[in-house]
């Protein structure tokens, strides 16, 4: 059993979906409840369809998720997707799916919510519960 160690600000994040299976919740519920209103209309109660995607960079078409690329493609877009306003683990959730849940530390949420220190990020995912299974990264 790993030793429990005491996150820090540089202590990266990401979203387990381990979590999600071990609390029997549908993570893809979640992700469509993240959708813009204009993608929601699109998707309506849709939630597993593959798309084929191009690309931009390099040209290959890929088979991905459709909700979860109308999200990053769209929705995260959105000049109010996140703001002031959004609550802030709501904020750091999308912030998780518009980049491909690559992992992030406090210090590096930060940069993508301005209005929002690093110390407050910490505390928020290091503290109480689990939210919606943002958790500390493997080998951290």
């Given at each position: 059993?790993?030793?429990?160690?005491?996150?820090?600000?540089?202590?990266?994040?990401?979203?387990?979906?381990?979590?999600?299976?071990?609390?029997?919740?549908?993570?893809?519920?979640?992700?469509?409840?993240?959708?813009?209103?204009?993608?929601?209309?699109?998707?309506?109660?849709?939630?597993?369809?593959?798309?084929?995607?191009?690309?931009?960079?390099?040209?290959?078409?890929?088979?991905?998720d459709g909700l979860?690329?109308?999200?990053?493609?769209?929705?995260?877009?959105?000049?109010?997707?996140?703001?002031?306003?959004?609550?802030?683990?709501?904020?750091?959730?999308?912030?998780?799916?518009?980049?491909?849940?690559?992992?992030?530390?406090?210090?590096?949420?930060?940069?993508?919510?301005?209005?929002?220190?690093?110390?407050?990020?910490?505390?928020?995912?290091?503290?109480?519960?689990?939210?919606?299974?943002?958790?500390?990264?493997?080998?951290?």
């Amino acid at each position: 059993m790993a030793k429990w160690v005491r996150p820090t600000l540089h202590t990266k994040y990401h979203i387990d979906f381990d979590w999600w299976e071990e609390q029997n919740l549908d993570f893809r519920t979640y992700l469509s409840a993240q959708l813009c209103t204009s993608c929601k209309e699109q998707y309506g109660e849709q939630t597993s369809e593959l798309i084929d995607w191009v690309d931009p960079t390099t040209a290959e078409v890929k088979r991905v998720d459709g909700l979860w690329q109308a999200l990053k493609s769209c929705c995260s877009n959105q000049p109010d997707y996140i703001n002031e306003q959004t609550p802030l683990t709501t904020a750091i959730f999308r912030i998780f799916l518009a980049n491909d849940n690559r992992p992030l530390s406090p210090l590096e949420l930060s940069e993508k919510l301005p209005h929002v220190h690093p110390d407050i990020i910490l505390r928020t995912l290091s503290k109480g519960p689990v939210y919606r299974g943002i958790k500390p990264a493997p080998n951290e």
